[in-house]
């Protein structure tokens, strides 16, 4: 019995001693303290354009340069798989300490534990830099899971040449078309093989949703509990009715981009086909840099409505992992980050906004070139995505809206039809997340 004893006492006492050398071991890696007391972060980064990824090496060299006992390790991350890439190393105990990434694709991460709530850690510069509009787009529940960092408007990119002679009027943030002004114009540009403007809508649902608040559009109503219903409703139909009369009654339109992507739309741009083309704002980089000798193009604002030019947003975020045991260190780094000198280089890098009003004040973004003043104009207009925080929104989207959009668009079916299937079948889908 004592024999026995003494080899359990000393299987226990081996496998104790194995385990202190792999959680020492473990300290040593990245997002943890090395053996020199020195705390490592990884910052995975989702910065793809060449200016962009070097504004963030150069920030995080600076940082490295000043905090010698906080080291920060740059991970390159990408656009086309971070929500798979986050959820399989959230699930394996492996996730990046700082998290770039977008707000639309934070609610399952914030639901689900695996993103720290900043509430308490931000600190009073930061969180009172960044208007309240673009916190909510971070907001689930009664946590804050994500610093909004930059941002980017739907705008027109137009042929300058093609509005000069044509003799429309050019409309400016103060004084912008109506969706009914812009319809007009569209078919006044078209004609002898040209269209007015073509709607690259690969993926109709976030640019419907997102310029439909102009008009009033909400789509998602929330009630007091809490739960969220779709409702189609008359400013929901503006935008929709705006494109897919411009495709099929005016053929001001073409119903060839309908199935684009915004680049794809590029080379008929440069080549006179279509006189506008509804982008993203961050899309000036690839005109700038792809546009053949000569080409003149201008950025304008996208139509406006009864809420003006109101439109939904999903800015990129940075979020903190919530098993990092280095909140505190990973939060310094942000405020560093996020300076708002540093946010300008951010947003330069991107050819986006910043979220910031230091930052959106800086003589760089309100030059002409390149459309810049004409973006800034637009950052006080910016609102959180209608879909932001409703759970069920990527299956409503994909198997529901997608289709059913892409078929109104097309001419398949009605405005009835669509607002049916969207409501009928969507409600459907949201009913399942909300028992």
């Not at 010698?68 to 990408?78: I, L, T």
């Not at 789509?219 to 008359?234: S, Y």
């Not at 299937?421 to 909300?434: I, K």
């Amino acid at each position: 019995m004592r024999t026995r004893t003494r080899t359990r006492t000393g299987t226990r006492t081996a496998t104790l001693f194995a385990a202190l050398a792999l959680l020492l071991a473990g300290c040593s890696s990245g997002g943890d303290g090395a053996d020199d007391g020195r705390i490592t972060l990884r910052f995975q980064s989702l910065a793809w354009q060449e200016e962009s990824v070097e504004a963030n090496k150069e920030l995080v060299r600076e940082w490295n340069a000043t905090h010698p006992d906080v080291r920060v390790e740059y991970v390159q991350g990408s656009w086309d798989s971070v929500h798979d890439q986050l959820l399989t190393s959230f699930e394996g105990g492996e996730a990046p300490d700082i998290i770039h990434d977008a707000s639309d694709d934070l609610a399952d991460f914030a639901y689900g534990g695996y993103l720290a709530d900043l509430s308490g850690l931000l600190p009073e510069r930061l969180k009172s830099d960044i208007p309240g509009r673009s916190w909510e787009t971070v907001t689930f529940g009664d946590g804050v899971y994500g610093v909004p960092f930059l941002q980017e408007p739907r705008v027109l990119i137009a042929n300058a040449d093609l509005l000069r002679t044509s003799g429309v009027r050019v409309p400016t943030p103060e004084h912008p078309w109506t969706w009914a002004e812009f319809r007009q114009v569209t078919k006044r540009l078209s004609g002898d093989g040209r269209y007015g403007v073509a709607w690259p809508l690969k993926e109709p649902v976030s640019a419907t949703l997102n310029l439909s608040l102009s008009s009033g559009g909400r789509m998602f109503h929330r009630d007091a509990d809490g739960k969220v219903t779709v409702r189609f409703e008359e400013g929901d139909e503006v935008m929709p009715r705006t494109v897919h009369d411009q495709v099929g009654t005016d053929r001001s339109a073409s119903s060839d981009t309908l199935g684009s992507g915004g680049s794809d739309t590029l080379p008929g741009f440069f080549a006179g086909k279509y006189a506008m083309v509804p982008l993203g704002f961050s899309y000036r980089q690839q005109i700038e840099q792809q546009a053949p000798e000569g080409f003149d193009w201008q950025v304008l604002p996208a139509p406006a409505g009864t809420e003006g030019l109101a439109q939904g947003v999903s800015p990129q975020t940075l979020s903190i992992a919530e098993d990092t045991p280095y909140k505190k260190e990973a939060v310094a780094f942000l405020d560093f980050l996020l300076q708002p000198d540093n946010m300008v280089r951010l947003a330069l890098g991107d050819w986006m906004l910043p979220t910031g009003t230091r930052a959106l004040k800086d003589p760089a973004l309100h030059t002409d070139e390149d459309g810049w003043a004409t973006g800034t104009a637009l950052a006080g207009h910016l609102r959180s995505a209608p879909a932001q925080s409703v759970r069920g929104y990527a299956e409503w989207k994909d198997k529901v809206a997608t289709p059913a959009l892409q078929e109104y668009y097309s001419g398949a079916i009605g405005m009835a039809e669509l607002r049916g299937r969207l409501e009928e079948d969507g409600n459907l889908v949201l009913a399942r997340y909300q028992r």
